[in-house]
């Protein structure tokens, strides 16, 4: 799979001004500066905009303040649905906003002799807000922008605050040069050869290795010209100049305000200095701009050269001794007998002091005219180094052309040598020519190529120059590469074994060879990809080895039972069913905690190889479950051990114990453990409902082995009544053995009486729930009132009474036969705690009897009356019933404590009625049960 980059010139293909390209590849546009052409007016002198989709370009990045480079960005801002960002330098902006200004000031004055706004490509207003949206960059500052796009900028020499950019976008990188120069000259450093941006973890940025661009855009402003060297040129500049103003002329030395310039008067300057026979000849620098250039070029003195640094520490090199600043020239007051130099822009003659200037003085043979610079075509500048014979003034008089015309470049662009040499040490696979004139670039490609004819043609650079508006289309495979760093960079070593045989081996490294496997962690960040090891993540990139620790809790209803190990039974019967590997353990309480709650025995025992140790609630929990007694009082009674179930090799915990009726999962997070934990939460909850957990059924039990009942045919009413009585109680009338008597207390608080009477001489009978029943105590004292269940509505009733009524109902699921019976007292009652007897306060209390039948699933023989004139007794077999009775009374109004008393002859049912209604009182919270 490919991606291809299109890279399209709006200006400057194939020709020198309005320098604007774009940049297109994986979803980004860039543009690449934005100037204007100095030999077109208004509209005609802008980039082809009209070709493009301004609201399209992200970024714009201006390389330096020249207008070919700069004069149309407010246009582009402000004027079309550009929405992207902006970067330049410091000195950019801040020399731009001076050049601007007053290159409009010189549009407004044209437009006005004109009478017409044709060339008004913008407002002050415009500009300001152009200015406003520009965002600052400082050279080998790395900006990210996201989705694989960055940038930096590299110093480029040509002028103050010109910048490279070096470009990373989409796994690609992109090398635009604008304008450079490869030479030092009196105050700029030449241009750096890029390098790789390291960026540390800090975020600040550090140079690495050479970097190899996949694509250089570079000027070919000089073709396979070569320039003299900096003294010649200096030497030919001053010389010139000495001899017009020796034999009493004028040179006017046409430049821009800011650039080269400053390099001129600095020469001209220290030449003036040397020969003192000139210095009564005065140098003017006429520009509006002159003195706030000056100020910006002191407060960047940073960013130049070492001279020029040096030269601040003991003074201002920019304050010159033999050349003075002229705001302004009214041509008609103007004295300019005698000799003199100056200094005027703009520097391509098209208009302003210079023209005029130029106009006054060309016509006389002692003067003479310095051209410092590149002239552009289509300027008079560049029209007057051909030495034609007549001239057109600005007001289109035609005059003759006498003065001396010298042409010595100053400017700062490399010549093919410089080019050349730059090219090389840079390497790209892809070069592209800009910012030349036809005949000029054509030659430098041909230069170029010729010098890449030596290679084999899979490493020559493809070098094309488009022209304006023709894309050029690069196409990149995408790549499938990771760099191996850090540790895993590293090679292995081994023992080797020398001649010597008394010599110990040695370790030496060890080259891996093809197909061995790597190990680690592949990062790809800006569609560049590396593998390093998890020690190494932090050092070669900005992220951190972390770990997610997840903990769930889940209601346990085993963790508020005392000394009751069912439910922890049924969860280890259930996780081993499901899941391998289950490990378990069960933690102790350690001394310190053992200390605090007044523990004074210690328990070590190792059960299957299983540790455990004690862990008992804190004071927060007791509290907050009303259990009040002591620590020693509570492990003896709820036994205090946490135990731990460890499942994917302990990566995956289940936790009972620690916390009252929860049950804690902790798990590490991944994928894996996820689903262990949500299928744990499944267990749980099943585990609580399930067959293996609940003794008692979820419906009602009927047998089919009745072999005989009582039915209509039976004649005699005491046979029916005799038939259709409990088996319990048939059994007590039949006088069989004592019935087993047993009480159990639990220092929870919840007192569980579970007791049947050797023998009961009082009429039993069963009690439906419409029945009213009055009882009194020994005493006959306290009088009972008994309610019938019927009149008990939800409205009306004690909160104590629907408290009862929700028990029956929870009793009516869960049992075959449930009759039930509510009484309430008015009493003053004592009770006794550990033999203290305390007297509490009289409170309409509530009780509720619940006689619950269930089928006991077992034949029972007894003797049955005789039912014939005989009057013989036959045995019959008959199926059992079971009676249990359990009673509930609350002890405080509130309906916060309880007192359950569970009597039946079986055991095991006792067993089952009495943790049904707990189990129902703690899921009723705030009922607590005694």
Request: glycine share 6%.
């Amino acid at each position: 799979m490919e991606d291809e980059m299109v890279i399209t010139p709006l200006g400057s293909g194939q020709e020198v001004g309005r320098s604007c390209h774009l940049l297109e590849f994986r979803g980004h546009t860039l543009m690449l500066d934005c100037g204007i052409h100095p030999g077109y007016e208004g509209l005609h002198g802008l980039p082809y905009f009209d070709n493009i989709e301004p609201s399209e370009v992200d970024v714009l990045l201006i390389t330096h303040f020249h207008l070919d480079h700069a004069a149309s960005l407010p246009h582009f801002t402000e004027k079309t649905g550009f929405k992207g960002e902006i970067y330049m330098t410091h000195p950019t902006k801040a020399v731009m906003r001076l050049l601007l200004g007053d290159y409009l000031r010189l549009m407004s004055m044209k437009n006005a002799q004109s009478a017409g706004d044709d060339g008004q490509l913008y407002t002050e207003v415009d500009l300001a807000n152009c200015l406003s949206k520009i965002k600052l960059i400082d050279f080998h500052q790395v900006i990210h922008l996201g989705r694989g796009l960055k940038f930096w900028a590299l110093n480029a020499g040509h002028v103050l605050g010109a910048a490279m950019f070096m470009i990373e976008i989409g796994g690609r990188t992109v090398l635009y040069t604008g304008d450079y120069s490869m030479e030092d000259d009196r105050h700029l450093m030449k241009a750096e050869i890029p390098h790789q941006i390291a960026e540390t973890v800090s975020g600040s940025s550090i140079r690495s290795e050479a970097l190899r661009p996949d694509v250089l855009i570079v000027e070919a402003t000089y073709g396979v010209q070569v320039h003299q060297s900096r003294e010649e040129r200096e030497g030919r500049f001053t010389k010139s100049i000495d001899q017009i103003v020796s034999r009493g002329g004028k040179c006017l030395i046409p430049v821009f305000a800011l650039g080269r310039a400053q390099e001129l008067l600095l020469i001209l300057d220290e030449y003036w200095a040397q020969n003192p026979h000139l210095q009564q000849i005065p140098i003017w620098y006429a520009s509006k701009l002159a003195s706030r250039a000056l100020r910006v070029y002191q407060t960047y003195a940073n960013m130049m050269n070492v001279r020029i640094r040096s030269q601040m520490d003991v003074g201002n090199p920019f304050k010159f001794r033999y050349i003075r600043n002229l705001r302004s020239i009214d041509l008609q007051t103007f004295d300019d007998r005698g000799p003199s130099v100056v200094f005027a822009s703009p520097g391509m003659l098209q208009n302003g002091v210079s023209r005029q200037l130029f106009d006054r003085w060309c016509t006389e043979a002692q003067n003479g005219v310095m051209i410092a610079g590149y002239a552009v075509e289509n300027t008079l500048a560049k029209e007057i180094m051909n030495q034609p014979k007549e001239v057109v003034t600005l007001e289109g008089r035609r005059q003759p052309l006498n003065c001396l015309v010298e042409y010595v470049s100053f400017s700062a662009h490399v010549d093919y040598i410089q080019n050349r040499n730059f090219i090389s040490q840079v390497n790209p696979r892809h070069v592209i020519l800009v910012h030349g004139q036809k005949d000029e670039m054509g030659r430098l490609k041909g230069a170029l190529t010729k010098k890449y004819e030596v290679l084999a043609e899979s490493k020559r650079p493809t070098i094309t120059m488009p022209e304006n508006l023709r894309p050029v289309k690069l196409s990149f495979p995408r790549r499938r590469k990771a760099k191996v760093m850090g540790m895993l960079a590293s090679r292995p070593t081994q023992p080797v074994k020398l001649e010597d045989d008394g010599a110990e081996p040695t370790l030496q490294a060890v080259t891996p060879a093809e197909g061995n496997p790597v190990n680690g962690i592949l990062v790809t960040h800006n569609f560049q990809s590396k593998i390093v090891s998890p020690h190494d993540l932090s050092t070669y990139t900005q992220l951190r080895v972390g770990s997610v620790s997840s903990k769930l809790h889940v209601p346990f209803v085993s963790t508020l039972l005392p000394r009751s190990p069912d439910k922890i039974s049924t969860v280890r019967l259930f996780l081993n069913e499901m899941f391998a590997n289950v490990s378990e353990s069960t933690v102790e309480l350690d001394v310190e905690e053992r200390k605090r709650y007044n523990v004074e025995t210690v328990s070590e025992r190792n059960v299957a190889n299983v540790s455990e140790s004690t862990v008992e609630l804190g004071v927060e929990e007791r509290k907050r479950y009303n259990v009040e007694t002591t620590g020693a009082e509570f492990l003896r009674e709820y036994g205090g051990f946490v135990t731990t179930f460890g499942l994917s090799e302990n990566e995956v915990r289940v936790i009972i114990g620690n916390t009252i009726g929860i049950a804690t999962i902790e798990w590490d997070a991944s994928p894996v453990n996820d689903l262990l934990a949500d299928a744990i939460v499944a267990l749980l909850m099943h585990s609580q409902s399930s067959a293996a957990s609940i003794r008692m059924t979820s419906k009602p039990c009927f047998h089919n082995n009745r072999t005989r009942a009582a039915d209509e045919n039976d004649d005699d009413d005491a046979a029916k009544a005799y038939y259709s009585q409990p088996a319990a109680k048939k059994a007590r009338d039949e006088g069989t053995p004592a019935i087993v008597k047993k009480e159990e207390v639990v220092d929870t608080g919840i007192k569980v009486k579970t007791e049947m009477n050797e023998e009961d001489n009082s009429n039993d009978t069963t009690t439906n729930a419409s029945e009213i029943v009055s009882k009194k105590d020994d005493n006959d004292q306290n009088k009972i009132t008994e309610r019938n269940i019927e009149d008990m509505d939800d409205t009306n009733s004690h909160p104590n009474e629907r408290r009862l009524m929700a028990i029956h109902n929870m009793l009516k699921e869960q049992f075959m036969i449930v009759n039930a019976t509510y009484t309430s007292d008015d009493l003053s009652r004592t009770e006794t705690t550990n033999g203290t007897k305390t007297e509490l306060a009289p409170s309409s209390t509530t009780m509720g009897v619940y006689e619950i039948r269930t089928d006991a699933g077992f034949d029972v023989t007894i003797e049955a009356p005789a039912v014939d004139d005989n009057n013989d007794k036959t045995k019959m077999d008959i199926d059992g019933y079971l009676i249990c009775t359990a009673k509930v009374q609350f002890l405080e109004t509130d309906g916060s404590q309880a007192r359950v008393t569970v009597e039946c002859e079986d055991e095991k049912l006792a067993t089952n009625v009495k943790d049904c209604i707990r189990s129902f009182a703690i899921a009723s919270a705030p009922i607590s049960l005694w």
